[in-house]
T-cell receptor
Framework: GAVVSQHPSRVICKSGTSVKIECRSL??????MFWYRQFPKQSLMLMAT?????????EQGVEKDKFLINHASLTLSTLTVTSAHPEDSSFYIC?????????FGPGTRLTVT | AQTVTQSQPEMSVQEAETVTLSCTYD???????LFWYKQPPSRQMILVIR??????QNATENRFSVNFQKAAKSFSLKISDSQLGDTAMYFC??????????FGAGTRLTVKP
């Protein structure tokens, strides 16, 4: 099956700094990738749809200036959390769609101190 | 808008027994896909089973099977011969138009030895 990787798996940053999370499709090309956020013991919440070569589509309530998404190639999408605050601490998951099936990355745990 | 409801926050089953997880959804669409995903403690999302709405036959995958009732908009997951490794969060998901996947709140399943 298709493999999606994420880097880093864990990151701790100080409040006010920015952090970048990478999502890569390893053995296929993905014109569309998705970014989710998951709070403890809760479901996945779609943040945005990342489209290669164009602007991302953000879900209602998600600040596009805070969560910058760049899908510069067919195998890489990045999520940058700008001016991070403790409330941004969460588990972030990316995925890519292939033939009506989503393949998920292993997730990134972000802790903002 | 599509919504997915999982009414069982937690369930438990004895090892080797059978358990059924419930899922209902709401949509006005006729062609769509339904999924069950498993999220073990590692938090990696793993596809368990998939059902195309246009197929009347219920999907099966080894010990996992679904009861898809399109008219009732119900999509339950049956796990037979439960194993300790089945302990995880299970999410029901709805996909329409290859672009927008919505998840239920999840059911935490514990398999007891």
């Amino acid at each position: 099956g298709a493999v999606v990787s994420q880097h880093p798996s864990r990151v701790i940053c100080k409040s006010g700094t920015s952090v970048k999370i990478e999502c890569r499709s390893l053995d296929f090309q993905a014109t569309t990738m998705f970014w989710y956020r998951q709070f403890p013991k809760q479901s996945l919440m779609l943040m945005a749809t990342s489209n290669e070569g164009s602007k991302a589509t953000y879900e209602q309530g998600v600040e596009k200036d805070k969560f910058l998404i760049n899908h510069a190639s067919l195998t890489l999408s990045t999520l940058t959390v700008t001016s991070a605050h403790p409330e941004d601490s969460s588990f972030y998951i990316c995925s890519a769609m292939v033939d009506y099936e989503q393949y998920f990355g292993p997730g990134t745990r972000l802790t903002v101190t | 808008a599509q919504t997915v409801t999982q009414s069982q926050p937690e369930m438990s089953v004895q090892e080797a027994e059978t358990v059924t997880l419930s899922c209902t959804y709401d949509t006005s669409e006729n062609n769509y896909y339904l999924f069950w995903y498993k999220q073990p403690p590692s938090r990696q999302m793993i596809l368990v089973i998939r059902q195309e709405a246009y197929k009347q036959q219920n999907a099966t995958e080894n010990r996992f099977s679904v009861n898809f009732q399109k008219a009732a908009k119900s999509f339950s997951l049956k796990i037979s011969d439960s194993q300790l490794g089945d302990t995880a969060m299970y999410f029901c998901a709805f996909l329409y138009n290859n672009n927008d996947m919505r998840f239920g709140a999840g059911t935490r399943l514990t398999v007891k030895p």
